[in-house]
């Protein structure tokens, strides 16, 4: 057969890769001709950073009418017989002893019965920084809105006037919607009717 009668295709060479680019890791999939690595890595750290947080999610809805508070031995709370289930909010412990925000100490009780000004100075500024959190958590994406949300839980021996002073410290901050955390106690018995 001669080259006049066969049938060619006329093609320009193509471009073969060179050996550093074959054995990248970006582009040598695409010139292994059919073989794959059978050797995956997993990326550690973003596995961590997903466990973490579904860690996390868990743990906030796992008790979805939860312990908002915790009894303490310092805080004999009253008791009432009707009552409502309490709102996630910030949390005011005020004991015979000492107030306390979430936790953290702010004053002593017996500092703030001898001033005479009605607001807690520390406890105004600690309730500040708190709702400046919640803003900068809702800039950032977070849902809700700040409503302005506290919870107390006192001593049922607290002098009023501290609870005055707290509630008055609260407002200032911008915590104006005020709950008191109580124990949930029994219905009062209903006197009986006798008529004889």
Request: glycine share 6%.
């Amino acid at each position: 057969m001669s080259r006049a009668t066969e049938h060619v295709i006329i093609v320009k060479p193509g471009k073969r890769p060179g050996k550093r680019l074959s054995k990248s890791k970006v582009f040598g999939s695409k010139f292994s001709k059919g073989k794959r690595n059978t050797n995956l890595e997993l990326n550690l750290t973003s596995m961590i950073d997903i466990f973490v947080l579904m860690v996390v999610f868990l743990i906030q809805q796992f008790s979805a009418d939860g312990d908002l508070l915790f009894l303490t031995d310092k805080i004999r709370m009253p008791e009432a017989a009707h009552y409502e289930q309490l709102d996630r909010a910030p949390v005011i412990q005020v004991s015979q002893e000492d107030i306390s925000v979430e936790g953290a100490l702010i004053a002593q009780v017996s500092d703030v019965e001898r001033e005479e000004l009605w607001n807690i100075q520390p406890l105004e500024e600690k309730l500040r920084d708190q709702k400046k959190a919640f803003e900068v958590l809702r800039q950032a994406g977070a849902s809700g809105e700040f409503k302005g949300d506290i919870n107390i839980q006192a001593d049922k021996g607290v002098p009023f006037k501290i609870i005055k002073k707290v509630m008055y410290s609260a407002n200032q901050a911008g915590y104006f919607n005020i709950n008191f955390a109580v124990l949930a106690g029994s219905a009062p018995a209903k006197a009986e009717n006798s008529e004889g």
